[in-house]
């Protein structure tokens, strides 16, 4: 199981915290690949610059990491839809 932790920012978006599988470190969840709606790698930005580890999708922590990614954006969108998140629009 990988440790995590979501906290909103200025802009009322929600982040993404989790500890790295491969190295340990605490870092930003990132889709880095996308090929249409498919996502197809993550990165875990731990620092500034980008640096971070990348999570392919044969990665044996695809799968975990996607559902995360899936359940807090499904989040997201359910707050805009009820009005209680004004700066996220749906056009």
Do not use: W
């Amino acid at each position: 199981m990988i440790n995590f932790r979501i906290v909103k920012n200025r802009r009322g978006k929600f982040s993404i915290i989790v500890t790295c599988p491969k190295c340990g470190r605490e870092g930003y969840l990132r889709v880095y690949s996308k090929r249409g709606e498919e996502i197809r790698a993550f990165k875990i930005v731990h620092e500034k610059f980008n640096r971070g580890c990348h999570i392919g999708i044969n990665s044996e922590y695809f799968e975990e990491l996607f559902e995360l990614h899936k359940a807090v954006r499904e989040f997201e969108k359910e707050l805009a839809y009820e009005g209680d998140y004004p700066s996220f629009r749906l056009i």
